[in-house]
């Protein structure tokens, strides 16, 4: 929660949660003290401008202690976007990065080359919405909601999503361990490493929650897997 899309993304986890009928409360995170003696279950790096937030971090060792957490509890499902994404693929502090390929930052442009186009899923699971949401909770702090990509909801369906790209990276040279998962055009915008998922474009800026619903799903696949974490 240092900067960048992070209301977006709180807001389209209560969605997500609320499409899959589970209770959930999402911890933002600013400084070291947020992380010590919580539960986190699933993780969200979000959009913004990575530099801007290793900065913003220094002080409070964010980062670091989140990097630290994700170490020690490899099973965590994290979902990086953007700046988020960034992060993964290049955490720096001379740790090893998250998801096996190359990130060039801001390749798709500056600011006003940002578009929204549809992007192609390829061999990717999402749970199914037990119930149209209907409470849509209010996020902790205000009640920002996502920008709303009504026009693109008569193409939804299993194989496409509304992919909005804003000073987006490009993934390069992809190890064959990873999974490319999202495709603008031929390039791989969406790349999975077994539970770390990152996206070069920004899925809480439309309605689609899917990939939320992803991470809520893994989250809660690791709590009923007997991770000694829980016990």
């Given amino acids: 929660m240092l900067q960048g899309a ?14 899959l009928k589970l209770e959930i409360e999402v911890i933002p995170l600013r400084s070291k003290a947020d992380i010590i003696g919580e539960k986190i279950d699933g ?55 998250y998801i096996d390929a190359d990130v060039n930052r801001n390749a798709f442009g500056s600011q006003k080359h940002s578009f929204q186009s549809i992007l192609k899923l390829n061999e990717i699971e999402f749970p ?5 949401g209907s409470s849509k909770k209010n996020i902790v702090e205000s009640n920002h909601v996502p920008l709303l ?16 790209f804003i000073r987006a990276p490009r993934f390069e040279k992809i190890e064959e361990n990873v999974k490319k998962v999202v495709f603008y055009k031929d390039e791989a915008v969406g790349l999975m490493q ?9 899925p ?14 893994k989250a809660k ?7 000694p974490y829980y016990n």
């Fill in 149 to 164: 990509v009504e026009e693109l909801d008569e193409i939804k369906n299993q194989e496409k999503f509304p992919g909005v």
């Fill in 43 to 97: 993780i969200v790096l979000p959009g913004g401008e990575s530099t801007t937030m290793r900065k913003a971090s220094e002080n409070h060792g964010l980062l670091s202690s989140l990097f630290d957490y994700i170490d020690d509890n490899s099973k965590v499902p994290v979902l990086g976007t953007c700046a988020g994404a960034i992060l993964l693929l290049n955490p720096q502090m001379g740790r090893s990065r």
């Fill in 221 to 227: 696949e690791r709590i009923n897997s007997g991770d």
């Fill in 128 to 132: 199914s919405i037990i119930e149209v």
């Fill in 194 to 202: 077994g539970n770390k998922l990152a996206l070069s474009f920004h």
């Fill in 204 to 217: 809480e800026l439309t309605n689609d929650y899917r990939f939320h619903r992803w991470l809520l799903s």
């Fill in 6 to 19: 992070r209301h977006e993304h709180a807001q389209a986890l209560y969605n997500a949660a609320d499409e």
